[in-house]
């Protein structure tokens, strides 16, 4: 009896991870699903099902919160600083939470079934109000971006379905959910074009460097180092027909960053000042990395938590960007975000938690791990992954169970040993 309520209770625990990870674009039901994800755990601690084990990358992301609670008493708008703790206390419960776990506890196909219904459900929703706002306008742009992605911000959603398409990939190794190998094809290129109308250029990009990586990797292992001057020429022909087809509106969104960087380089110090709002993402991007260094030498430690805006507004002003001053944009880098409200030592901080963290993947061969911290580093650098409450919860409820699983479920060869 006491085994088949264990293998119960083992399915009630994944399935509530799941539901997690399901409710991502909808705050309230995902605030909810946490608090039954939590009874979940507090029924298997009364039953003995599970343990407390300590875990020293769990214990760093909760004094990281920690550190988000002392910046909170140097900030003048306590009010927005109380909004953003809420947002960030993911950081502590839910390493709490995955800190009590037993041996062989983790089911990751029913975990990533959730992160599958994520997508297909909000990426359907999105698809449904890009097709009223079609039918309303006749604009095809219906179909890019924040009109195609309503629930979820087009950067971080881009990025969701990167790491989706590693599980997938996983996923048919283990004899999840696709069984044949066209079908995972079909899959893959349904999610590559789906992610290329979010006009999102981190997730581009990172598609971009894990689709090379996979090429070389299988032609290496095809024909050694042979193979890797194939696996270039093959890519440097693919490359000469995406650029060739590719449509103008994703093609510039590769285009316009070169050139603003070029004319940034060439006059950083009239810029800002010569921009002329609106502008488009990469311009704002560039901006908002240009003042972040510039504020970063003045305030080293950080100028609080919650007043980040009232310092952008202030000196965009300045600058006599009035328009832009009032939009109040975050740095749109996660680094800079880190630095700026929390202090130089604070990032290092969470740089270490980071290395850790890769550090143990590569030592335990756990490529899904590596994968997913590779994701939410380079995504980080382009977006402020972890202020938004989903981008937080996505990231650090995957790190915690990827982190904590034991060595025995772990098919370390998955990806290493087995060719596409």
Not at 179 to 188: M, N
Not at 218 to 245: D, N
Not at 263 to 278: C, F, N
Not at 357 to 386: A, G, P, Q, T, Y
């Amino acid at each position: 009896m006491e085994n088949k309520l264990t293998t119960t209770y083992k399915t009630i625990y994944n399935s509530a991870i799941a539901l997690v990870l399901l409710t991502l674009g909808a705050p309230k039901f995902n605030s909810l699903s946490i608090i039954i994800f939590a009874i979940v755990i507090i029924v298997g601690i009364i039953k003995k099902y599970i343990r407390f084990q300590l875990n020293w990358i769990f214990t760093m992301l909760i004094a990281f919160y920690l550190m988000y609670v002392i910046g909170f008493f140097f900030t003048d708008n306590q009010h927005v600083g109380s909004k953003y703790l809420e947002y960030k206390m993911a950081l502590a419960i839910l390493p709490v939470l995955f800190s009590f776990s037993t041996k062989n506890l983790f089911n990751l196909k029913i975990i990533f079934s959730g992160l599958l219904g994520c997508i297909v459900l909000f990426g359907g929703i999105g698809f449904v109000n890009a097709y009223k706002c079609y039918n309303e306008t006749h604009l095809s742009s219906c179909f890019t971006s924040s009109d195609l992605s309503t629930a979820i911000h087009p950067s971080y959603l881009a990025a969701f379905v990167g790491v989706l398409m590693i599980a997938l990939y996983y996923g048919y190794k283990e004899k999840w959910w696709l069984q044949r190998k066209w079908i995972l094809y079909i899959a893959t290129i349904g999610l590559v074009v789906y992610s290329l109308f979010l006009l999102s250029l981190a997730g581009m990009l990172f598609l971009l460097i894990l689709f090379t990586l996979l090429v070389v990797i299988y032609f290496y292992k095809k024909f050694h180092w042979k193979g890797v001057s194939i696996a270039f020429l093959i890519l440097l022909v693919t490359g000469i027909f995406v650029v060739k087809f590719t449509p103008i509106t994703i093609k510039s969104e590769f285009i316009g960053p070169i050139v603003i960087v070029e004319e940034a380089l060439t006059h950083p110090k009239d810029y800002i000042e010569s921009r002329k709002y609106p502008i488009s993402g990469s311009e704002t991007r560039l901006m908002m990395w240009m003042m972040s260094t510039e504020l970063l030498k003045e305030y080293p430690f950080g100028v609080g938590l919650g007043d980040l805006d009232d310092t952008f507004e202030y000196r965009f002003k300045k600058q006599n960007q009035l328009e832009f001053a009032i939009q109040h944009y975050n740095p749109h880098n996660q680094f800079l975000q880190i630095a700026l409200e929390l202090g130089i030592p604070a990032l290092i901080f969470f740089l270490i938690i980071l290395f850790l963290i890769i550090k143990k993947s590569i030592r335990d061969r756990n490529w899904l791990l590596l994968l997913v911290v590779s994701s939410l580093i380079f995504n980080c650098l382009f977006e402020s992954m972890l202020q938004r409450q989903y981008g937080l919860i996505f990231y650090v409820l995957l790190i915690c169970i990827l982190y904590e699983r034991p060595k025995e479920i772990i098919n370390n060869e998955t990806i290493s040993s087995h060719t596409m």
